[in-house]
């Protein structure tokens, strides 16, 4: 379900005219629907219902504070990857107690905060980092709850930049090293490891993986149970798959109807923690045609976003839907044309979509890239001295700016010209 919908031939989101935002806010402009981040968030809750699962909402794919109070205020919980994303998690809001920390280069500065705090638990990559958050809980005094992140090594056919539960990715840590940790897990005075955790990769549109993943897991659990050492959580990660163009991805409730049964006699508590799943669908990212640029061989929609505030496509090839936001009827009857979708930054991977079948469209027109509410904003950049775009959120009628327009300004905040070339 998405709230971006047409009416009379003009693009809304929610109750709002996609048209008279860009209007007012100016392009690139970052559109969220508040319903269907709850909505989506809600499904998965209810979804798991039967285990009563924590769901710690995936800061990176959208790490807006305005989109974390809002899942917040539902009862999320917050996955968070760094220093930078603890902070957010607290300045919205969240209790200690709802946030979860993997990344595999933890900091010792991001260590001490997160220890302090109380976090729920780290989700642990390594035994180096096992022993660094040992040592630091027993300098601040504290016993600290952590997860093993166990790489399951499964193949979760997605693409080879977001795969990360395969025994050749960085993340996690392999069953049989998890197990001898677990099993001389006293020796560690200052960490209690209360569950484990995996995270098989991303955008990923069947439940086998996550099936064999799981299964593989609740063994694991078991033995240990056996020899005396007990698990309490386990933490399913993220990495529900969404509709970007034909994909036909489980819905939550089809998910759950497959995992719930793996997990129901174990006793376990269950996490999740999807980014993607909650935001993808619930943003949109509007932008201006600048140019229509005829060449010999291709035509090319030069628009006022670029690769800095959506890399998806640069990045992995990502289709992204793009749509007018205005329906002319009268080009219902014209011929459409074949073009590639370009922005303004000087290099070839610069593009939004390409060989893409649209409309005759106009320079002035706006356009809507659909699926852009998660990894895009998060991931965008000033490359190219460009301003990061600003982002709004819909609440039915309601227009709420949730990050103005970077000024030109704050690109230069934080630079120094060295005094011997002011020539003092
Ligand atoms: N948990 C962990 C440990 C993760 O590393 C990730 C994503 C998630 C949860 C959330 O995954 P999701 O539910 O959103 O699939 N930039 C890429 C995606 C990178 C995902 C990184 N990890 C993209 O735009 O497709």
């Known amino acids: 379900?998405?709230?971006?919908?047409?009416?009379?031939?003009?693009?809304?989101?929610?109750?709002?005219?996609?048209?008279?935002?860009?209007?007012?806010?100016?392009?690139?402009?970052?559109?969220?629907?508040?319903?269907?981040?709850?909505?989506?968030?809600?499904?998965?809750?209810?979804?798991?219902?039967?285990?009563?699962?924590?769901?710690?909402?995936?800061?990176?794919?959208?790490?807006?504070?305005?989109?974390?109070?809002?899942?917040?205020?539902?009862?999320?919980?917050?996955?968070?990857?760094?220093?930078?994303?603890?902070?957010?998690?607290?300045?919205?809001?969240?209790?200690?107690?709802?946030?979860?920390?993997?990344?595999?280069?933890?900091?010792e500065g991001e260590i001490e905060e997160a220890v302090r705090r109380g976090i729920l638990f780290f989700n642990v990559e390594s035994t180096p980092e096992l022993n660094a958050i040992n040592r630091i809980s027993k300098k601040l005094r504290k016993v600290t709850a952590v997860a093993l992140r166990i790489n399951p090594d499964v193949e979760p056919k997605t693409h080879k930049f977001i795969t990360t539960g395969k025994i050749t990715n960085?993340?996690?840590?392999?069953?049989?090293?998890?197990?001898?940790?677990?099993?001389?897990?006293?020796?560690?005075?200052?960490?209690?490891?209360?569950?484990?955790?995996?995270?098989?990769?991303?955008?990923?549109?069947?439940?086998?993986?996550?099936?064999?993943?799981?299964?593989?897991?609740?063994?694991?659990?078991?033995?240990?149970?056996?020899?005396?050492?007990r698990i309490e959580y386990l933490n399913i990660g993220g990495g529900?798959?969404?509709?970007?163009?034909?994909?036909?991805?489980?819905?939550?409730?089809?998910?759950?109807?497959?995992?719930?049964?793996?997990?129901?006699?174990s006793g376990l508590k269950i996490i999740l923690e999807p980014g993607r799943f909650i935001?993808?669908?619930?943003?949109?990212?509007?932008?201006?045609?600048?140019?229509?640029?005829?060449?010999r061989r291709k035509t090319f929609l030069i628009v006022d976003a670029g690769m800095n505030d959506l890399i998806r496509p640069a990045l992995y090839d990502a289709y992204h839907r793009v749509i007018p936001v205005k329906v002319k009827k009268s080009r219902l009857h014209t011929k459409g044309i074949i073009a590639d979708v370009v922005g303004p930054i000087c290099e070839s991977g610069d593009f939004l979509a390409k060989d893409r079948k649209?409309?005759?469209?106009h320079e002035g027109e706006y356009l809507a890239v659909m699926g852009a509410g998660a990894y895009g904003f998060s991931?965008?950049?000033?490359?190219?001295?460009?301003?990061?775009?600003?982002?709004?959120?819909?609440v039915k009628d309601r227009v709420f700016v949730i990050r103005k327009r970077e000024s030109l300004e704050d690109l230069v905040r934080n630079e120094n010209i060295p005094p011997f070339l002011l020539g003092l």
């Open 379 to 394: 991931m965008s950049s000033n490359y190219n001295s460009r301003r990061r775009a600003e982002e709004v959120m819909i």
């Open 279 to 295: 935001v993808g669908n619930a943003g949109i990212l509007v932008t201006k045609i600048l140019y229509v640029k005829e060449t």
């Open 1 to 107: 379900m998405h709230e971006f919908r047409y009416r009379r031939n003009t693009l809304y989101c929610e109750d709002v005219s996609v048209f008279d935002l860009a209007d007012r806010f100016g392009t690139p402009l970052f559109v969220y629907s508040y319903h269907t981040v709850i909505d989506h968030y809600v499904k998965l809750q209810k979804a798991f219902g039967p285990a009563n699962p924590l769901i710690c909402y995936s800061v990176k794919a959208n790490s807006n504070l305005a989109v974390l109070k809002a899942l917040i205020d539902k009862g999320a919980g917050l996955d968070v990857v760094s220093g930078g994303e603890l902070f957010r998690a607290f300045k919205a809001g969240c209790p200690a107690q709802r946030i979860v920390y993997a990344s595999v280069g933890k900091t």
């Open 358 to 361: 649209l409309p005759a469209l």
């Open 170 to 229: 960085k993340f996690g840590i392999d069953f049989a090293s998890a197990e001898s940790l677990l099993l001389k897990a006293h020796a560690f005075s200052h960490v209690t490891i209360k569950a484990l955790h995996i995270h098989i990769g991303s955008q990923i549109t069947e439940s086998g993986p996550f099936v064999s993943a799981i299964s593989r897991m609740v063994r694991l659990i078991r033995r240990l149970n056996n020899r005396g050492v």
């Open 240 to 265: 529900l798959g969404i509709v970007y163009d034909k994909e036909a991805p489980q819905t939550a409730s089809a998910f759950a109807s497959k995992i719930l049964p793996l997990i129901k006699e």
